[in-house]
């Protein structure tokens, strides 16, 4: 089968493999879409510890069961799934806990395993997230990052009343600013520098799109009780801090770099009882998010402005870096 494989960090290529086949437990999946993300760019640089290179990349990833392992009911064979990407043990406190997203020998695939970039991968049963008949293959790629956020927004607790300002109208921070509106929240606003990435804030439903925290604090009229970091940025932290209110929730979404810090006064932690959460990945949250997309409450179609073929790869993960686009999906036929 054909494949991307980072053999190193800053070596991609796309290649001829050897086909998987299906240990017990495991399926194999056609990929229709895979999604790629600001981590794919994280693995391709190096700034992991925890990949096992070689890999092929890809943890959005959905597509057709073709094949089963032996003890896989072949009724499976034809269906239509996303994949959960997060492997746990099953067996660590955090797992008993039901924290598998921080179990302490998590794994993944496209991170330990290989991923959905290529024309096969091979996945356990017990990921596999079922997707309605009428759902575009794009859209149920897009439900592991929207998975992503429905997660982050249980760790802050968010609910009825709130005032939620999200940082960063990326495709990630799009998408939890969307799933927001299902906590019904009194208000969400949006902040982002780029002038491209607004004008699709503008086209959802949201209360508020501004170029910067200043704007948005004015238009408010206030600080917020739940302030979002989608930027993956240490240097917006300690604005996105200031704008928490009294009481309020800071929540770090955003992936930043390894290594870096954050000036905050601890006083104003006392001061204000302003709690900092932070969140990794999905913990169980793939169905509620395809739940979501199906029922039209999350809109995926303006995020995806980037649709490309598996050979085309390179390419859009250099625009990626380059923000030129804001969402990118390998897909191939019937996608």
């Not at 092929?56 to 003890?71: K, L, Q």
């Not at 955003?254 to 900092?276: D, M, N, Q």
């Amino acid at each position: 089968m054909r494949a991307a494989v980072v053999h190193e960090p800053q070596r991609l290529t796309i290649e001829d493999v050897p086909d998987p086949v299906p240990a017990p437990g495991e399926v194999i999946i056609a990929v229709r879409a895979n999604g790629l993300c600001g981590s794919d760019l994280h693995l391709l640089a190096g700034e992991w510890s925890s990949v096992s290179y070689p890999v092929i990349p890809g943890h959005e990833f959905a597509g057709e069961v073709v094949a089963v392992g032996h003890d896989i009911d072949h009724a499976l064979i034809g269906r239509r799934f996303a994949v959960d990407p997060t492997l746990a043990c099953g067996a660590c406190d955090h797992c008993w806990s039901h924290r598998r997203n921080i179990c302490r020998r998590l794994a993944g695939y496209g991170v330990t395993r290989p991923g959905g970039s290529a024309t096969h991968a091979a996945a356990t049963a017990a990921n596999l997230v079922p997707i309605p008949d009428d759902m575009s293959y794009v859209a149920a790629a897009v439900s592991q990052p929207l998975a992503c956020a429905v997660h982050a927004l249980q760790r802050a607790g968010i609910g009825p009343g709130e005032r939620v300002l999200v940082v960063g109208a990326g495709a990630a921070g799009l998408l939890l600013a969307q799933a927001a509106r299902a906590f019904a929240p009194s208000s969400v606003l949006v902040c982002e520098h780029l002038a491209a990435r607004r004008d699709v804030a503008e086209q959802l439903d949201l209360d508020g799109v501004f170029t910067n925290i200043d704007g948005a604090l004015d238009a408010h009229r206030g600080r917020f009780s739940l302030v979002v970091d989608a930027t993956g940025k240490a240097a917006a932290l300690p604005a996105a801090f200031d704008a928490t209110d009294w009481g309020g929730t800071l929540l770090v979404f955003g992936i930043c770099a390894h290594g870096a810090t954050v000036p905050i006064e601890p006083v104003k932690l006392y001061e204000r009882e302003v709690r900092i959460v932070g969140s990794r990945g999905l913990n169980g949250t793939q169905g509620p998010a395809v739940e979501l997309l199906a029922s039209g409450r999350v809109r995926w179609e303006p995020l995806v402005d980037y649709r490309h073929t598996l050979e085309e790869l390179p390419d859009a993960l250099r625009r990626l870096r380059r923000s030129e686009i804001m969402k990118a999906v390998t897909v191939s036929g019937g996608a």
